[in-house]
C-alpha cells in the first residue's frame, strides 16, 4: 500500500510517498530556514504563507521526482498536531481536498509520535525502547511500546532544548539557526569556561525534567558569576560551555530513565538530534544501543508521517472531512496521545 504523507506543522513543506510503512519511494523536503532567518525564529504567519505557496509545487515535485501518479496512491496520511495551527491548516485542507477527488481514505497523523517512527523507515527497531525528541518545539523523553503506544517520562517545564540554543544565539547575534552555528562554534571552543548549573528537578515527578529558562538567565545575564579563571570569554567558549549544559541536561534524564527501565535501546530524534556532542555522548555509551536516523528523517519530514499513516490505515483508523487540526496535545503527561 502506497500512503502520500504531507507535513507542515512548523517550517518544513514535506510530501512523501511510502510503501508498506517502509519503503520511501519519493520524498521532497522544502525548508523554510531561508524565510525566517532574519526573524532568526519561525514567524508563524509567514510559515503559513509560505506552505500555502509551496504545498502544490512541492506535491507534483515529488511525483514527479519518482515517476509517480495520483493513481499510484492508496491512502493520505497528513500531520494534524501538534504544531503551528495556520500551518497544519494548509496541510490538512490540502490532504482533505487530494482525498476527496480520488475518493482516497484520509488519516490525521500525530506529529510526536510520527518523529518516533522516524528510524523504522531506516532499519527495524524492536519495541519497547527510550526516545528522545529534541527540536526547537518538543524535548521530550518518553517510553514506546509500540508505534502507536507511548508513555511520556520527561519534558521541559519552561523552553524547549533547541529552543534555548536558538534564543542564546539570538541574543548574541551569532546567526540562525541557533543550534547549528553553536554547534559550529563549539568545536573550537573550551567547555570548561564557564560551569553553568544544571537545575535540581530531581524529584516527584519531576524526575526526568529539564528546565532551559535558568539556564538560558545565566549564558546571557550572568555569564561573569559562571566563569572560570584562565579561561577566555570568546564565543567559541561561551558556546562550547552552553552546548554542554545543555546536553548533558537532558542526557543525565535519559540515563536516569534507562536505569530505572532497564530498557537500554534509545531512538532519538528532532534537530538537535544533529548535534555533535549529543551524537558524540551518546554513540559512546557502551550500556546503550543509541539509534540516531539519518539528518532528513531527524528534521520534520513527511516520510515519517507516511510510515506511521500506513500502521494506522491497516488498524482501521480513517479521518472524515472533519478532521480538525490541534496546536497542542492534551494529557501530554497522563497518557498519549
Ligand atoms: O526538528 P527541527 O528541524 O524543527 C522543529 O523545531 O520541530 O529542529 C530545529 C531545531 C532548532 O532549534 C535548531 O537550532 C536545532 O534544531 N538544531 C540544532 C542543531 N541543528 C539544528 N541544535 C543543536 N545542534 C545542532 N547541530
Ligand atoms: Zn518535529
Not at 31 to 48: D, K
Not at 101 to 114: C, E, M, N, S, T
Not at 231 to 240: D, G, L, S
Not at 262 to 282: C, D, F, M
Request: with cysteine; glycine share 10%; net charge negative.
Amino acid at each position: 500500500m502506497n500512503v502520500l504523507g504531507i507535513e507542515t506543522s512548523c517550517d518544513e513543506c514535506s510530501v512523501a510517498v511510502v510503501a508498506d510503512g517502509r519503503a520511501i519511494l519519493a520524498h521532497q523536503v522544502a525548508t523554510q530556514i531561508a524565510e525566517h532567518a532574519r526573524f532568526q525564529g519561525v514567524v508563524p504567519e509567514i510559515a503559513s504563507r509560505k506552505h500555502a505557496e509551496w504545498i502544490v509545487p512541492v506535491f507534483r515535485e515529488t511525483l514527479a521526482s519518482a515517476g509517480l501518479e495520483l493513481s499510484h496512491i492508496d491512502a493520505i496520511a497528513v500531520t494534524n498536531r501538534p504544531g503551528l495551527i495556520g500551518s497544519l491548516m494548509v496541510g490538512v485542507g490540502f490532504a482533505k481536498a487530494l482525498a476527496f477527488g480520488r475518493k482516497l481514505p484520509l488519516v490525521g497523523v500525530d506529529h510526536i509520535l510520527a518523529h518516533l517512527y522516524a528510524p523504522q523507515l531506516e532499519q527495524e527497531i524492536a519495541y519497547p525502547f527510550l526516545g528522545l525528541l529534541v527540536s526547537g518545539g518538543h524535548t521530550i523523553i518518553c517510553r514506546c511500546d509500540s508505534p502507536f503506544d507511548m508513555h511520556i517520562l520527561g519534558t521541559t517545564i519552561d523552553d524547549a532544548c533547541g529552543e534555548a540554543f536558538d534564543k542564546v544565539a539570538k541574543f548574541y547575534d551569532w546567526g540562525y539557526p541557533g543550534g547549528v552555528v553553536i554547534d559550529r562554534l563549539s568545536a573550537s571552543g573550551d567547555a570548561n569556561a564557564f560551569s553553568f548549573p544544571d537545575p535540581s528537578l530531581h524529584k516527584g515527578e519531576h524526575r526526568y525534567d529539564v528546565s532551559y529558562s535558568g539556564l538560558k538567565t545565566a549564558v546571557i545575564n550572568q555569564l561573569d558569576q559562571f566563569w572560570n579563571d584562565g579561561f577566555e570569554k570568546t564565543p567559541q567558549n561561551v558556546a562550547a560551555s552552553f552546548q554542554r549544559a545543555a546536553i548533558d541536561m537532558i542526557v543525565r534524564r535519559l540515563l536516569l530513565a534507562a536505569e530505572d527501565s532497564g530498557i537500554e535501546r534509545v531512538v532519538v530524534g528532532g534537530g538537535v538530534a544533529a548535534n555533535s556532542y549529543l551524537r558524540h555522548v551518546l554513540l559512546n555509551r557502551e550500556d546503550l544501543k543509541v539509534v540516531f536516523p539519518s539528518a532528513l528523517l531527524c528534521t520534520d519530514n513527511a516520510a515519517m508521517i507516511a510510515g506511521l499513516g500506513y500502521h494506522l490505515i491497516q488498524r482501521g483508523d480513517r479521518d472524515g472531512w472533519d478532521l480538525e487540526v490541534a496546536g497542542r496535545v492534551s494529557g501530554f503527561r497522563r497518557g498519549y496521545p
